[in-house]
């Protein structure tokens, strides 16, 4: 048997005056197949079209295209070419004709400025798109049954601006309610919502 002698040795890790086994013990790692990775959430159309603006809007893209479906209505239909201020006024509502001009206007210079952000000229246009549907199923059809105006203003409220409101979620247009009133009028002012009595008129399509 051979005999080791070691001396004044500094030991900063293992010391041995033989061998040393380091042989290490498996461990059994879990299946990759086995993992459980949880799906996305679902997203709803405007959630979609949120995520798109604020990626526009973090990567300062400006892409000067006007979108298919807001350029829509931005054109007049073809034969209908009294303003605003005339169609409410031969739809009986004189009363709300000064409100209704500075509401669209102000809309007008809103989208205006998002003029080079597709993605908020999407969400507009899916809004406009809403209020059309939302008038011509339940407005106008009580504007040809002669309803009072009081009525018409109460279900504007209940039935077109609470809704369109309840789809802007965490609104990072931060869309007002006056701005929704003005997308209406804007509507209006374009000859696509018709406000007078006559049940042979129908908002354009």
């Given at each position: 048997?051979?005999?080791?002698?070691?001396?004044?040795?500094?030991?900063?890790?293992?010391?041995?005056?033989?061998?040393?086994?380091?042989?290490?013990?498996?461990?059994?790692?879990?299946?990759?197949?086995?993992?459980?990775?949880?799906?996305?959430?679902?997203?709803?159309?405007?959630?979609?079209?949120?995520?798109?603006?604020?990626?526009?809007?973090?990567?300062?893209?400006?892409?000067?295209?006007?979108?298919?479906?807001?350029?829509?209505?931005?054109?007049?239909?073809?034969?209908d070419v009294i303003g605003?201020?005339?169609?409410?006024?031969?739809?009986?509502?004189?009363?709300?004709?000064?409100?209704?001009?500075?509401?669209?206007?102000?809309?007008?210079?809103?989208?205006?400025?998002?003029?080079?952000?597709?993605?908020?000229?999407?969400?507009?246009?899916?809004?406009?798109?809403?209020?059309?549907?939302?008038?011509?199923?339940?407005?106008?059809?009580?504007?040809?049954?002669?309803?009072?105006?009081?009525?018409?203003?109460?279900?504007?409220?209940?039935?077109?601006?609470?809704?369109?409101?309840?789809?802007?979620?965490?609104?990072?247009?931060?869309?007002?309610?006056?701005?929704?009133?003005?997308?209406?009028?804007?509507?209006?002012?374009?000859?696509?919502?018709?406000?007078?009595?006559?049940?042979?008129?129908?908002?354009?399509?």
């Open positions: 048997m051979q005999e080791i002698v070691q001396k004044s040795n500094k030991v900063l890790g293992d010391q041995a005056a033989g061998n040393i086994d380091k042989s290490t013990t498996n461990i059994e790692i879990e299946s990759v197949e086995n993992l459980v990775i949880p799906r996305p959430a679902s997203t709803s159309p405007m959630s979609r079209m949120i995520a798109k603006y604020r990626a526009e809007t973090e990567k300062d893209c400006e892409i000067k295209v006007m979108i298919d479906r807001l350029q829509r209505w931005h054109c007049r239909p073809v034969g605003l201020e005339e169609k409410l006024r031969n739809g009986g509502r004189p009363d709300i004709v000064d409100t209704a001009v500075a509401a669209k206007d102000r809309f007008s210079k809103i989208l205006t400025k998002h003029e080079y952000s597709p993605a908020a000229q999407e969400i507009y246009a899916y809004l406009l798109a809403k209020i059309h549907q939302l008038f011509s199923m339940i407005i106008f059809p009580q504007i040809c049954r002669c309803s009072k105006p009081e009525e018409i203003n109460r279900l504007l409220v209940t039935d077109v601006y609470d809704r369109i409101e309840h789809l802007l979620e965490d609104n990072p247009l931060e869309i007002t309610p006056e701005e929704v009133m003005g997308m209406l009028f804007w509507l209006t002012g374009n000859c696509h919502l018709k406000w007078k009595n006559d049940a042979h008129l129908q908002p354009s399509v």
